[in-house]
């Protein structure tokens, strides 16, 4: 079982290293680690945020844990240089266009979310986010009006199969845990999402136990931190799901707390090939100063057992051992605790 590991900028090393020890630390038996640059620190050291080297480690590795890329002395370059380059990179290159991002409240951790107990104990979705299309990977480019004016543009589009398959993805998902379905767009403005919903309806009538609504993405938006019991399954599209799962972080209690599958149709020896990440960024405010919370890059190796390694069960085990450590009140800056990155690490390996 071959692991590329791509701890990336700012905080990404500091987050993934904890997660390799989770993952060590459960001496599973045949399994590899290989790392890789990513991002600016590649392209500080070969000149690209996505060497050729690092995506053939990819390519050639069972899963990939990524920590995160982005780097503000990075942000003036041309774009085909920023770190941000990378991950959208992996993602197309590896077609992973399925992104999973489970955001729940854990029983009894109510108090670690802003929202009232009541209301943040009926928190449990999962976002479905297409990961490889939509406004993210259209054309885009600067042009001077007739006015002399500078503009900006990008081009928003989903083609039907793109729509389809990210859809079979969210149906089965709510299929499998008897759950809800809101599709997530914004059909009342934008032809993109009007398209999306008339593709999404026809992928409906072949999961006739599956309960699914539309609802508009500002809707979505309000609903996720007035009534988030109304949500099982959201899918949506690259831009909302990539905003709403921020949202639906916060409604949680950190951002650190929120991890990621991204997966695709590829099957390995051992099951589907996946990337997983926490949803955060590199954070440059706290990078270097051993704060950073470790839970969503933990959750995320967790996510990695279960989706491409078939272990259901150390799976639970770590997501469990990271309940625990919340529940004991080992907890990070970012959840108004005092404990560092390693600490919490540390804690959650003596759960196991
Ligand atoms: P961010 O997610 O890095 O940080 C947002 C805020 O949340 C910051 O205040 C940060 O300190 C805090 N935060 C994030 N993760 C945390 C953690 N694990 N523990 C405690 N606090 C945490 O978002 P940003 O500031 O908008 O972006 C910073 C850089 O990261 C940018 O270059 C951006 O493009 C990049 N980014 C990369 C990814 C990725 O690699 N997948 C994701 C998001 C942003
Ligand atoms: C994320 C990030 C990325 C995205 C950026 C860094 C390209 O925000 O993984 O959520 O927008 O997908
Ligand atoms: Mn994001």
Redesign the pocket.
């Known amino acids: 079982m071959k692991i590329a590991i791509l701890p990336g900028d700012g905080i990404g090393p500091e987050v993934t290293a904890e997660a390799v020890a989770v993952l060590e630390s459960l001496a599973l038996p045949g399994l590899t680690l290989f790392e890789g640059d990513v991002g600016g620190i590649a392209y500080k050291r070969h000149g690209v945020p996505l060497p050729d080297e690092t995506l053939d480690m990819a390519r050639a590795a069972d899963a990939v844990l990524f920590g995160a ?2 780097d503000p002395s990075c942000d003036t370059l041309e774009r085909h240089l920023r770190p ?1 380059q990378a ?2 990179g992996l993602r197309k290159h590896l077609g992973l266009f399925a992104n999973l991002r489970p955001a729940r409240v854990f029983a009894g951790l109510e108090h670690l979310s802003p929202l009232r107990a009541d209301i943040a104990g009926g928190l449990d979705m999962l976002i479905v986010r297409e ?1 490889t299309g939509d406004v ?1 990977f259209g054309a885009k480019g600067r042009r001077v009006s007739e006015a002399g004016e500078h503009e900006g543009w990008d081009a928003m589009s989903y083609a039907e199969h793109e729509v389809r398959r990210i859809a079979h993805v969210a149906f089965r998902a709510a299929a499998a845990g008897g759950h809800p379905l809101t599709s997530v767009d914004k059909a009342n403005v934008l032809e993109t999402s009007q398209l999306w919903r008339d593709v999404v309806i026809e992928v409906a009538a072949e999961y006739p136990d599956v309960e699914l609504d539309h609802m508009y993405v500002d809707n979505a938006a309000m609903q996720v931190v007035s009534h988030p019991d109304r949500f099982g399954v959201v899918l949506t599209g ?1 831009l909302f799901g ?1 905003i709403l ?2 949202l639906a972080s916060a409604a949680v209690g950190s951002i650190g707390l929120l991890p ?1 599958a991204s997966l695709g149709e590829r099957e390995t020896a051992f099951g589907t090939f996946g990337l997983y ?1 926490p ?1 955060h ?1 590199s954070a440059p405010d706290i990078a270097g100063q051993g704060k950073a919370n470790p839970m969503a890059t933990i959750l995320s190796a967790a996510m990695m057992l279960r989706h491409s390694f078939g272990m259901d069960a150390e799976a639970a085990r770590v997501e469990n051992a990271v309940a625990a450590t919340l529940a004991d009140g080992i907890l990070g800056g970012d959840l108004g605790g005092s404990h560092g990155t390693a600490a919490i690490g540390e804690a959650v390996r003596a759960r196991l």
């Open positions: 890329v982005g941000e991950i959208l990961l993210y690259n990539d799962s921020d990621s990440e949803i960024g």
